[in-house]
């Protein structure tokens, strides 16, 4: 039996059609001889959450948990409505068949939806790929009869797991990283980030804050009316690098200067120096993308681009229209036949009335080529009559319909005029004018352009005489405001904002940002997030998407770290990048930009536009106490509480009774009588905390023996702040930490009131590779033995293993490298090596399959690792001796390797060891002799 699996019911229902014989079962369809057609619903997979790799990444608010990344990436049905179902439909399905032929949409999302589903059921047979530009019966039968072999698109399917798994790390890890600072700083909520929505709020962000800035600029326009045998006609001043008064944009700004030769301009005589008429055609708009309706439908009628996309949804559903979600605005040549049959459909149609009338359906417009079709052609009508329509419903169809008829208008013809004068005083001056032929389509729809006056016949060297000459007075306006329309025309041609050269090229060939099926639901979850927010038709950032803006670390808001990432899906898609590659690079950058939104200080944060605690500084949050109903005022940092003073903030509450007797004994000020929370006693603070963090027990109504001693005596090693001395909670004894916890979190045991071996070695020799401060020697509480973290913690949670009193390399998984060439086939030695690919990074099993092979076909394996503390990252390069363990499994003898060179990570390039290695004598004199870009070339990665 041969499968179809259809993208959407539609599609499967198109390809029932033209295979024949169809007959309607539960969740597929019967078609001619054994073959079944059965679709999806778009995706029916999504990937799982974080919680369902680590019960541990639940918590939303642990830094320390961040980044997340899992070993592998799974897939999970989604949760709507008869997935379950259609799923258990498919599987059942696969079991009898024979051939799946995958019929997703033509493009890397289509082949990704179709090919996950087949992996996450099992499916081992064959698979072919029919491509289906068009969904007409010709173009449907066509592309049955030219199935291909599924395994050809292998690479588009990679390069749209990599985007699908690249915007998963990036959202969940940054959005965390952002609600969990932003809280920490008083923008309360979830603050989400996302590889296209971030972007596209920085658009609105940053032309709200241009018309902010933007300083409106007075300018003077002269118009001389010139006189010709002909008629008469007005010109305008033509300036140049010599005319005084001019700005940097060449708007002439000195109004004393326009008034002088405003004056010195009039009735004088002059001549043509230049006259050119040229004919030329405007041809009608293309046929509707789903960005240009939701354009035009917010211009002409307010509608919202999800409101737009709504209705052309159920216009297609009631098939009145092709399918909706498309870039496209290009037809199939193979429709051009049908053009009749649909207008025919149309006749009858008030509002549509005269434009059918005037239409030759024999007219061939640009719109018809099949070479720029993409997954789907543009939106037309089928030539149903359309009955019952909604006011707003009505509209767009009218729209739709009225385009496509515009394809059977003739173009608009017109001649268009230049005049050029120089009148005796010097002063250039020009004249356009546009003398329409034949209006074409325009009886029907007015051009967007306000027609330019004709100009009289004019020839060159013709004596003219000026008349008047007026001085108009302009003033610069800044740009508008985004509409929804605007706005997802912005997202489309994304390349108009951006000023590299070579970015702008690259953006300029792809989509831009997002596809035309998600941009109208990324502004809603914009408005949603209450990133943006309407007034009238313009959209503008609230002052939250504003802080978000700043926030966020610039590659999450670049546009142009959007064309880079697309440059490598291409290249996947291409088959000249590995999808591994791409998605571990990216890895690299997650952690970088974690700590670098943490790391950010006050010099930095924006004007937040919340209250601060006059104690620690962080930001207060006013609230309602449920006991007294009473509003009150949290610290976000110290926790204090303060009164309300008519929604101002008021006076510190001190929780306790303030002594007269007893004072704090670190730094004086009076001590302060706590009832504990459970209700089990009492316990003494300092009045001034959080400055002073002074604790102690509670004796009879006086202060005990306190739990926390600072010493006058002893510093903290890290920081230099006091040493305090602790007393254990078990009553066990006591330990010491330093006074500027949390901040600084060194501790040391206690040799007899004194400080004592601390758990924490600070290194003067090694440092964190990830943000340069001090690495920490850690002994491991259950005495088993050490472990190397960064100074920096919590901020920055690097951590690896000690390798007898040194860090181990900065990755604890092993890179592995693989000679090739005919000249490192003679350097095998003995030994059998063996490839262990990473397990999160797909892609490297067909080596674990052949690794007997491996080193008499590809010549001796090395591992390689990241050689620690080098001023720049290097690649240490060993032989390395696998032996077999008990259990049957090959495994790295750390013993037996021996270095023979490193590579240079910035550059690639391979640098000779200064030392000869005895070990590989053959191998290290061909490396010594060989080109460094040669040399480096010969080795490739296999995962990480």
Known sequence: MRLFLAEKPTVARTIAESLGGNRRQNGCIQCSGEDMVTWCFGHLLEMAQPEAYNPSWRNRYDRRILPIVPEEIRLVPREDPGVRDQLSIIQTLLARASLVVNAGDPDREGQLLVDEVLEYLNWRGPVQRIFLASLDPKSVTKALNNLKDNIQYRSWRDAAATRRTVDWLGGINMSRAMTIFGNSIGLNGVLSLGRVQTPTLRLVVERDRQIERFVPVEYAQLVAHILHSSGPFTATLVTDDDTPGLDPEGRLIDFTVAESIRKASEHLPGAIVFCERKKAKEHPKLPYSLASLQSDMGAKHNLGAQQVLSIAQKLYETKLTSYPRTDCEYLPDEQFDQAQEVLAGLQGIASLDQAIRGADTTLRSKAWNSKKITAHHAIIPTGIRPTNLSLEEDQVYTAIALRYILQFWPPMEYEATKIRVRLDNATLWEATGKCVLNPGWTVIVKPEKEAEPDLPRVK???????????????????????????????????????????????LRETSGLGTEATRAGILEILKKRGYIEHKGKSLYATSKGGNVIDLCPLSMKDIVTTATLEDKLSDIQAGTSAANDVIASYVETLEPMIVSVFAQNDTVIPDLDFVHCPLCGKAVKRFQSRQTQEYLWLCLGCRSTFRDKNGTLGDHIVHGDVSDTYTCPTCGKPAVRHARRDGTGFFWGCSDYPKCRWLAPDNDGKPGAARHQVSSEYKCPLCGKAAVRHARRDGSGFFWGCTGYPACSWTAQDADGKPGESRRQVSSEFKCPRCGKAAVRHARRDGSGFFWGCI??????????????????????????????????????????????????????????????????????????????????????????????????????????????FICRVSGYFVQRSRKSAAFPPLARLFKRAEPKTAASGFASCGR
């Open 460 to 506: 060159k060297n013709d004596a003219v005489q000026s008349d008047t000459v007026d001085l108009v007075k302009k003033k610069t306006s800044p740009p508008a405001h985004f509409t929804e329309g605007t706005l997802i025309n912005a997202m489309k041609n994304i390349h108009c904002f951006v000023e590299e050269k070579a970015a702008k090229e690259k």
């Open 792 to 901: 920096g913690y919590p901020a920055c949670n690097w951590t690896t293993p000690d390798n007898e009193g040194r860090p181990k390399g900065l990755w604890q998984k092993a890179f592995w490298l693989f000679a090739r060439g005919k000249a490192l086939r003679n350097c095998l030695v003995e030994g059998e090596v063996r490839v262990t690919p990473h397990a999160g990074f797909p892609g490297c099993s067909p080596y674990e399959e052949k690794r007997e092979t491996l080193a008499a076909k590809h010549g001796a394996l090395y591992a390689c690792t990241v050689l620690y503390g080098a001023p720049y990252p290097l690649y240490s390069l060993y032989f390395v001796h696998e032996e077999k363990s008990r259990s049957g499994r090959w495994g790295v003898n750390p013993n037996d390797q021996t270095c023979v060179g």
